[in-house]
């Protein structure tokens, strides 16, 4: 009978671990994408020309993204969000961006985050800066070596 308890405590015990396992590799997760989204900020508030920015921000994702920009078709792959990058944003000559908290779930490999950005533009023909708010939705995958990388981009703008 003890040898059956003892069974059954082991057991228990090694569940237990590794449901604390999973919870803590589930917390680096998540962090690792809040951190991520961090780091968006400031490629995006950096002060770069554009079109680097745009490079930058690009290393964010995995080569076959898919962005699906508001009222446009879809863009597949890294070149064509470059293009479509540089010629939507290319009249930019000032950034900044200030994300706020992100909601996050990560389910496995694959992790949803949905945010809100605000940022603040300089447009070459305007003496007046800008400013624009908008809803980001991102799914992401884990890739081998650990890290988290955009698959699908998506957002509105919430001002107009």
Known sequence: MKFVVYVILLAAMSL??????????VEADLSAIRSQLEDIEAVLSSGLPIT???????EFFV????????????VHGREAALAFYN??????????MVYQAPEIIVEGNLATRRYVGNSKFQIDTE?????????????????????????????????R
């Open 52 to 58: 680097t920015i745009n490079q930058k921000y690009l």
């Open 127 to 159: 003496s007046e800066p800008g400013s624009a708010s908008g809803r980001y939705v991102d799914i992401l995958q884990k890739q081998s070596d650990g890290a988290w990388r955009i698959v699908w981009h998506t957002w509105t703008r919430l001002n």
């Open 16 to 25: 237990s671990a590794c449901q604390q396992n999973a919870g803590s590799q």
């Open 63 to 74: 080569d076959e993204l898919v962005l699906l920009p508001p009222g446009r078709k879809a």
């Open 87 to 96: 010629d939507t944003f290319g009249m930019i000559t000032a950034l900044s």
